[in-house]
């Protein structure tokens, strides 16, 4: 359920501006994204696993705490990663 380390570098990569980028508000979000997506995966298909909903949720507004601190610092940004993460539909 967790990230392999070759996807988290794959996502680092893209969304970071070095390899070593892991603290930047992109790269936070698109991780928490992926991590979301395994989530709502096993959740659909465990619909009694209490403790993993509840771990979506959290990461869930952890995300949208990101989104409205990048939203507030970086407009350009914002609209671009909601759009290529597919986030956020306005």
């Known amino acids: 359920m967790a990230l392999e380390g070759k996807e988290i570098q794959k996502i680092i990569k893209k969304y970071g501006k070095d390899d070593k980028d892991t ?17 709502t995966e096993h959740a659909k298909e465990n619909k009694h ?13 952890q995300r949208k705490k ?17 759009e290529e993460l597919k986030i956020r539909r306005n």
């Open 23 to 39: 603290g930047s508000s992109e790269v936070q979000i698109a991780l928490l994204t992926s991590r979301i997506r395994l989530l």
């Open 66 to 82: 990101q989104l409205k601190f990048l939203r507030r610092t970086n407009p350009e940004s914002y609209i671009k990663l909601t």
């Open 49 to 61: 696993d209490t403790h993993s909903r509840r771990g979506l949720v959290m990461l869930v507004s």
